[in-house]
Each structure stands twice: as C-alpha cells, then as structure tokens.
C-alpha cells in the first residue's frame, strides 16, 4: 500500500549546516497554486510557489495575513489539496495521495503546533501526549517528550489547570512524542506573552537542536526570524524572499 | 423598529442553520400533543356520541330481570321514587339458523310494545320499519348482525323459539342503547355473526312463549336527581316474588360497562403518555439553546454592547422556541385530528353507534398549545435566563475552559487499561452528568413505551393460552332453556359426534362481606370436570373442594375476602334466600367476576335436588356439521357457544385493535429516540468539532475520530436498555391496572422477544441517526476548524 510506502527521507540525524547542498531535501515544493472559491469570488491563496525545505532546518515562514503561508503549510502538512503544483515529501507526491493516505502520512510523520493550542480538554498533560504515542510507530514515552519543553512537573494537570504558555508547550511535547519527520507550527507563540513566547521557541529550538526534525515556524513576529536558518517572506501568495541567516540567535535574545 | 427586525431575520436564520435539530424537536413536541388530541378527541367524541345516544334514545339506567311476573305490577314499577319511565319486556333466548352457515348461531329476542314507540331504549331505526304488531313472522334485527350477514329488510331467517322452529321476516334494521356493546354467551368479543339481537311484537313473543301477561325484563329510567340504589331496592322487592334476580345500575350493564371501561381506557392515554412527550421535548429545547447560547456568547455581548436591552436579547430567544414550539404544536394538532377521527371510527364500527359526533373542543387545541409552549419555555428558561444575565464585557471574552476531572485520581497510568480515546469518553460522559442522565432517560423512555405497546400481545397470548386452553377446553358449551335433570345430560351425550359431556350448574348471586358485595354468578363444576377447569394461582388445575366456596383472586380482593373467611351468598333465583358458606380456595381467572362450587355442594345449597343449567362438551370434529344440525332441532338447548370460533374472533378483534395503537406507539417511539439520540448527537458535534478536527490533524482516522462519538452514544443506548425495560415493566403494570375492571383482567406476561423487540428497534433508530452524525464527522473542515479561537 501506498501509505506505508511513504519513506522518511534521509538516514540519520546530522547538525543542520547552513550549507544546504549536504543535506537532503524533506519537501520539494514546484510551482504551488491554491485557489479558493466561494461563489463567483476567486481568491489565489498561492500563485505559484516554489520552494525546498532541507532535513533538520529550522525554517521561519514570515508575511501579512494573507500572503498564502498558512494555506502552504496546510498543504505540505497534508491538510488541504493543492489546485496545481506539485508537492513532494522525500519521494512521495503529496499532491497525488488520497485522503486515506493523507491521514496515514500525518499519523507518521507530521507534527503540529497551532495558535490555539487545540489540546483535548478532557485528558490530563500526559494523557494529551499518549494520545498521540499510543497510535505512533517509534513514539518517545509521553514523559519524556513533556520533560524536552519543560513539563515534567505538570503531567496530571488538565488544559484547564495551566496558563497559556503551558498548554502551548504541552502541545509541542504532543507534537514531537511520535518523533515526526516535520513540526509544523502556525503562529506558536501568537496567543502569548513574550515571557511565556520565549519558553515556547526555547523548546522548539531545543527538539531542533536535539531530535533534527525538520521545524517550519509560521509568524507574524519578524523578531523570531533570527532563530531560523532560512527566512522565507510571502506576499499575495507567492514568496517574495529568501534569506539565510549567518548567525542565529538564541530564543532568549531575541527581541519582541 | 429596523433593529427588531434585523433580530427577526437572524431568528429565521437561526432557524434556517438548526432546521433538523429543531424539527426533531417539533416532532417530539407533536407526539405529545398528537397523543393527546388523538385520544382526548377520541375519547370525548365516543362520550358525546354515546351521550347524545343515550339522551335522545332513553336509556335505561336501571335494568332487572325475572322469571315471570305479572304485568299488573306496572302501575307500581312507574311510582317508585325517582322512576320516570318503566318499560317491561319479554326478552328471551333463541337459537338462529342462517342458510349457509353451518354452526348455530344464537341471540336474544326483545318485546317491542304494541304501540310501537318504546318508552325505554328506544330504536334507531336505520332502514326499513319496526314490525308490526301482532305480526307473527315480522322481526327487526340490529345493524350489525344484519350486516354481519347481508340482510335487508325484506330478507328471511330461521329461528327456534321455545323449542318451536320459525321463519322470521326483517321489517326493518335497527339500533339500541342498550346493546352498544353486544357480547354472545361465551364470547369474549363482539361476534355479530353468530350473535344476534331481533326486535318482535309483544303480543307474539308472549305467546310464543307462554308469558300473556306477563313480563321477565324491566328497563326503567329515573329522573335527573333520583336516588338509583332506592329504585333497585325498591324494584327488587316488587320482583322478588316472581324469580326476580336482582336490579342493577347502568355500570352493571354489559354493554355500557365495556363502553365505560373503552372510555376509560382512552383517558388513561390522554393522561399518561403526553407528558412523557413533553418532558422530553423540553429537555431537548434546554440541551440545545443552551448550545446556541454558547456558540454565541460573543454575538449576545455584542447586541447588549450595542444597545438592545437584556429583555429584548431574552426574548429573542424565547421566540426561537415558541417558533419551534409552534411547529410542533401544527403538526401534533393535524395528526391528532385526523388519527382521532380514525380512532373514533374504529370505535364506531366496534361499538354499535348509530352516528358518530365529532367534537374538537377549541378548549383542547388551546390546553395543547399552552401546555406545549410552557414545557418548552420552561426547559429553555436556565438558558434565556443565563442570556439575560451575561454582562455584556463578559460576554465577548470567549468562556474559560472546561473543567474536566479525573476518573481515578490524577496519577500517570504507566500502562493505561484504557485508550486515550476511550478516556476522552468517558470524561466527557460524566462532565455532563446531568446532560447524559437525561439523554439516558429519554432513550429508556422509548424503550419503555415499547415495551408497554408491545407486551400486550404476550399478555392477550397468555390470556388466551390460559382461557382456552388451560381452563375451558371444551368445544363448545350449550345451555339449557332452564335448570334440567340429569337425564339431560345423557341427552347431549347421544347427539352426533359428542366425545365427553360434563354438566355444570350456574346460579346468579350477590356475595356480601360486610359493605363489601358484588353481583356474579356461581359456577357450579363436578370434580370429575376435565374440559372446563378451575386454577389454582399458578394456573395449574384445582378440584373445587367438595364445600365452600372457590373465589378468583380479585373477587377475594374487592370483597377483602381470605381463605376460612365466611360469605355470605344472596341466592338471586330463589327470592334472596341468604346463606353462608366459608371461603375454601382462591382461584385464577381473568374473564369476569368467577366464583366456584363443586356441583353437588351448589345444588345442595340451592335445595333443588340434581339440577344442571348446561353442558361442556368435546366433539369429533369430523362429525362437527352433523352435530350443529341436531341442535338446531333440540327444543332444550337454549344457546350454544363455540370455543374456538370465540377464540379466534377474540384473537383476531384484538389483534385488530392493538395494532392500530401498537403502529402509533412505534412511530411515537422511533421519533423520540431520534429526536434524543440525533439531538445530543449534534450537539456533541458542534462543542467537540475543535476537539476532533485535531484528532484528524494528528492522523487519527475517520473511524477513530467518529469513534469518540459513537462510543458515548453507544454508552448512552446501552445503559439506557435495562432501565427502559424496567420503566417499560412499571408502564406495563399501570396499564394492566388501568385496565383491570369487573369483565376483564389481562395478565401481566412480557416475553425476552418483546424486550429484545423494543431495544432493537430503539438501537436501530439510535444507529441512523448516529450514521447521520457520523457523515458530519467525516466532512469536518479541519483548516476552519482549527483556525477559529474556542
């Protein structure tokens, strides 16, 4: 079957250089285009993006609301279909697999992190994480994956009974348990304090650094960008700029 | 004014986005109004049709019979206190011989005077015209024997009258108040063709049968305030010296008593069944405004912030229910009517009315619709409530999160017993324990009136099991003209094809414990008796003991009566002679008031020597046809009666008549089921949509994501089955109670196949509605989903 077909791209976890030429490519993104419909409106989310996301690389996807970054994100993390182009994860083509296989590839290879949190409010820290781990095939044990942001302390507490900062970080911990390939994250820290914002880069750079996912962080915060490797900037769907960042800057530092 | 209507708009659109939910809301509320028109309608038209019946044909309200008395009592009849008009009549027994049918029929004939207009229960006449008087073969018979056999006025049948064969002419088709409801000797249900009710003129009666002079029934109405027990006591006295058997009141009346108990039965109904309905469609208003309400707080702060006031936002609202309420209040109202009328006509062709009066009381519609609107109201008052309430600021804040607690403690299971998913359902099961107990009840609820719409016909099954086949297993019971010899007996053993004759003796009575008395008869049975049975409580069969007195358990109970307590017994044939006789068993029996002696024991008591009123018997049934037509010929044999063309007319009129309400009952409970399960469902969907969209984004399957759901569902329809059965079981007493009167008791018997029944069809309607659901579930936009705040 296809689904379990899907290959992880690449063999072991290596530092992220910022030369991109060593590395092997995770996506591989050819001319994009997204079209929304809505009665007789047509509104181009994507007009043809190209792009490659490199294993390891921690990516910051930067525009206006908009400008057609969540809507790529929503398509490489098998959410939403594309209208045209073409999407590569490792060898597979996303934009060629059915629904069936689109859950199966988030099931194994995807993480995600949103704005709101979307934790389950009736099951504890921990319980948030299996969730995730008992259906995963090479998960982390759920402490384990709460202890990498922070939270060792706070596992039988309900979403209820935790501050924001928390439950982003509980879901972050929810996100990497399964060890995915890629985290995807739209607008991590858009709900929170720079206090508490800053917890949540510190583990996200820290399940960079340590586990070599591939991370793509979507934000409005141009401060973020000096944590990434590469900057992407988007505008009226299409990516306007690229840049490397010659020194990155630890979570702590940067700037609100 | 532009604002109000603005609010107005968004209540249709409202209205628009909730229209299933909303509907299965309606219709839930219309079950309860329908059931209540249905048999509030039903049962007031049968009462105006009976009354105006009643009115406009004089009917009796105090009825005697006796062996022969003299017609010169009349004068002194009339004068009683109280009395207003007396009608005495020749009413006697015959035998009636129709071509083409094989077995006997048989049937009363009634005196008409000679003057031709009766003074008491008068006659309808539908076609033709009343015998003549002093006509010898000219007969009027009722509507439905007539049409039982395709006679009209004109048409001819043979009859034998004390013992002599006659031709008889219809005049005219006619019919009575008084036999609204007629019943052949050992018949459970009306069976017009083989029971007939035939009019003649007095004088011919009375010298057919010998009676110039004389009469044997008396009919007698009162005036409005009369005093009934004075005029009994009083007619009794007159009678007693001529075989008098004792007067009696209308609710001792066959035909009025079996109305009655109908009437009585349709107001239990009207009483029990909608405010089920009703309750539950106000939980379901409650569940879902209050859902409403949430999903949108932000909009409730927005128009507060704005300007509306909280009245004005409360009674936005309040109008979404009363609209919903008022669908569901049409559409009951125009199912009520229409079933109704059909119920009624069902009676009406059940019960002998001449006309049927439909009455739709305005006053009903308005009881419906206020009661609808206020169980609605009421279920939505905490939410409206909470909606005038809610500051404004509040209000655009979204609402804290949910509070969840954990099932054992907080501690991390290592090696968790459950899945997170099954976790997630049952937290959220008892997050809501209000919410899920009621869901509970609603889905018992169904299961419930199932139970008690179905377990009928395991109680009829075990009625008839028990009466035909435990008790009377004759074939066919004949009953002499009067009490004969035993050489009678020896007779009815010679005719064709007669197996087994067993004699019996029957006797009418008045059983008195002190303020305690009821009219009945004693059966009178040899201990030797095979085929006509007594049983013990545990149906098995019992010797009546060679003294006392065998009681069936409810004439022990309304007479407060025990085994070893004495009785006493007014003998009705024998000018109130009064004995006492000590009680000496308790038996089952579930037609009439029964009580038993052993044969020699009654006659002993009677002091007439060894007389017997009839016979059971068992007949080759190869021989059947040979039989009937000798007993067509034997003068003795007053009437007969058939075992088993009475069990199959009882089993078929039954049959006929549950199955209209049992359809009703289905449809009413498919329709709450949906309405709770489909309701909560829903709603379930739109606070956890969130909630599963992520399960989705995480790579759980449709399957699993819909798993949450339906496993809470499932939970739900489980729990609820064994509580449906017992609230079914409790509805099933009350039934059978409501029921129970002094002509019938119905066992209680409810069979696994009618539990297994009712849950089947309540897990199917639960199953579609969770299908519905389901494919709402497989279609959730995840990106919208997970994009908006909670």
């Known amino acids: 079957m296809k689904i379990n077909a899907i290959a992880r791209p690449g063999g072991s976890v290596r530092a992220m250089a910022t030369d991109n030429s060593t590395s092997e490519p995770v996506f591989r993104v050819e001319n994009l285009t997204k079209i929304y419909r809505t009665g007789d409106v047509e509104v181009r989310a994507l007009n043809g993006v190209d792009m490659t996301l490199y294993r390891g690389e921690m990516a910051v996807l930067l525009g206006p609301s908009g400008s057609g970054k969540s809507t790529l994100l929503n398509i490489i993390g098998g959410l939403d279909q594309a209208t045209g182009g073409k999407v590569w994860f490792g060898d597979t083509e996303l934009t060629g697999c059915s629904q069936r296989e689109l859950t199966r590839y988030r099931r194994d290879h995807v993480g995600f992190v949103f704005q709101f949190y979307n934790l389950i409010p009736s099951l504890t820290a921990w319980e948030n994480v299996a969730l995730v781990t008992e259906v995963s095939r090479h998960p982390m044990r759920p402490e384990e994956a709460l202890a990498m942001v922070g939270l060792d302390h706070r596992m039988s507490h309900f979403p209820a009974q935790m501050s924001g900062g928390e439950q982003q970080r509980v879901a972050i911990a929810r996100a990497i348990a399964k060890r995915p390939d890629v985290l995807l994250c739209d607008e991590p820290t858009g709900a929170l304090d720079s206090r508490t914002g800053v917890l949540v880069l510190e583990a996200l750079s820290r399940v960079n650094a340590e586990l070599g996912t591939t991370t793509a962080i979507i934000t409005h915060n141009a401060g973020i960008r000096q944590i990434a490797h590469r900057v992407f900037s988007f505008l009226d769907g299409r990516m306007s700029d690229c840049t490397v960042n010659e020194t990155r800057v630890d979570p702590a530092e940067v700037k609100w | ?790």
Not at chain 2, 162 to 181: C, D, H, M, Q, W
């Open chain 2, 1 to 790: 004014m532009v604002a109000m209507r603005m609010l107005d708009r968004k209540l249709l659109r409202d209205l628009g986005r909730l229209w299933a939910q909303a509907l299965a809301v309606a219709l839930v509320m219309a079950c309860g109004v329908m059931t209540l028109i249905l048999a509030m309608g039903a049962s007031r038209s049968l009462e105006a049709s009976q009354s105006a019946f009643y009115d406009r044909y004089r009917f009796a309200s105090v009825f005697a019979e006796a062996v022969r008395a003299p017609r010169h009592l009349e004068p002194r009849i009339q004068s009683l206190p109280g009395v207003s008009a007396a009608e005495l009549r020749i009413v006697k027994p015959v035998i009636i011989t129709i071509t083409g049918m094989t077995e006997p029929a048989s049937g009363v004939v009634v005196s008409i005077p000679d003057t031709g207009e009766s003074a008491v229960n008068r006659l309808y006449l539908r076609a033709g015209r009343l015998p003549g008087s002093r006509v010898p073969g000219e007969v009027a018979v009722v509507e439905a024997f007539a049409a039982a056999h395709g006679f009209r006025p004109g048409d001819r049948f043979d009859v034998v009258m004390n013992g002599k064969a006659r031709r008889l002419s219809i005049t005219g088709i006619v019919l009575s108040p008084e036999f609204i409801y007629a019943i052949g000797p050992g018949d459970m249900v009306p069976d017009p063709r083989r029971y007939g009710i035939l009019y003649m003129s007095e004088t011919v009666l009375s010298s057919a049968f010998g009676m110039e002079g004389a009469f044997n029934d008396a009919a007698l109405t009162t005036m409005r305030n009369a005093d009934t027990r004075a005029v009994i006591e009083g007619l009794d006295g007159l009678l007693a010296p001529y075989g008098g058997t004792g007067a009696y009141g209308r609710k001792d009346q066959m035909s009025h008593a079996f109305l009655d108990s109908e009437l009585t039965q349709l107001f239990a109904m009207a009483t029990i069944i909608p405010p089920i309905f009703l309750f539950v469609s106000a939980f379901l208003v409650n569940m879902i405004l209050s859902r409403l309400i949430a999903l949108e707080r932000e909009q409730i702060g927005l128009l507060k912030a704005v300007g509306y006031t909280d009245l004005a936002v409360g009674w936005h609202y309040a109008k979404l229910v009363i609209v919903i309420s008022a669908v569901g209040l049409a559409i009951g109202c125009v199912a009520g009517s229409w079933l109704g009328r059909g119920l009624t006509r069902l009676y009406g062709e059940f019960f002998a009315f001449p006309f049927l009066i439909f009455t739709h009381g305005i006053d009903l519609y308005a009881i419906a619709a206020t009661v609808t609107v206020a169980a609605a109201l009421a279920g939505a008052s905490s939410a409206i409530w909470a909606t005038v309430m809610l500051p404004p600021a509040v209000a655009m804040r979204p609402p804290s999160p949910t509070q969840y607690r954990s099932l054992a403690g907080a501690a991390v299971p290592t090696n968790p017993l459950f899945s997170q998913l099954t976790v997630m359902v049952f937290r959220h099961f008892l997050r809501w324990p209000l919410r899920s107990t009621m869901t509970i009840i609603g889905t018992a609820l169904s299961v419930a009136l199932l139970v008690t719409a179905l377990f009928s016909f395991d109680s009829i099954d075990a009625m008839i099991d028990t009466i035909f086949f435990r008790a009377d297993r004759q074939d066919a019971t004949l009953t002499f003209a009067s009490a004969s010899g035993p050489e009678a007996v020896t007779r009815v053993g010679d005719l064709p094809g007669v197996i087994r004759v067993e004699p019996y003796r029957s006797t009418a009575v008045k059983l008195k414990n002190g303020r305690h008395e009821r009219r009945m008869v004693i059966h009178g049975l040899t201990q030797q008796s095979e085929l006509s049975r007594v049983l013990d409580r545990d149906l098995l069969p019992m010797q009546p003991p060679s003294s006392g007195l065998v009681l069936s358990e409810r004439v022990a109970a309304l007479l407060d009566l025990q085994i070893g307590d004495p009785v006493e017994i007014e003998l009705m044939e024998f000018a109130d002679r009064k004995v006492s006789v000590p009680v000496t068993g308790i038996a089952e029996s579930y037609v009439g008031l029964a009580a038993y002696m052993e044969l020699t024991a009654l006659n002993r008591l009677l002091m007439e020597g060894r007389r017997v009123s009839g016979a059971r018997i068992l007949v080759d049934e190869d021989r059947l046809d040979e039989l009937y037509a000798h007993i067509k010929q034997v003068p003795a044999i007053a009437s007969l009666a058939l075992q088993t063309v009475s069990r199959d007319r009882f089993r078929e009129t039954v049959r006929q008549n549950i199955s209209y309400s049992i359809t009703i009952y289905v449809t009413l409970a498919i329709i709450i089921t949906f309405g709770v399960i489909y309701n909560s469902a829903r709603i379930q969907l739109s606070e956890r949509a969130r909630e599963l969209a992520s399960l989705r984004v995480f790579g759980f399957t449709r399957a699993e994501v819909s798993s949450v759901l339906l496993v809470e569902l499932a939970l739900i329809v489980i729990i609820a089955q064994p509580l449906g059965w017992l609230a079914g079981y409790g509805f099933a007493v009350l039934m059978i109670r409501g029921f129970e009167s002094d002509l019938f008791r119905i066992p209680l018997v409810i069979s696994q196949a009618t539990y297994a029944t009712a849950s089947l069809v309540v897990i199917g309607s639960a199953v579609v509605s969770a299908l519905l659901v389901r494919r709402r579930v497989d279609t959730l936009d995840l990106i919208r989903v997970l994009k908006t705040r909670d």
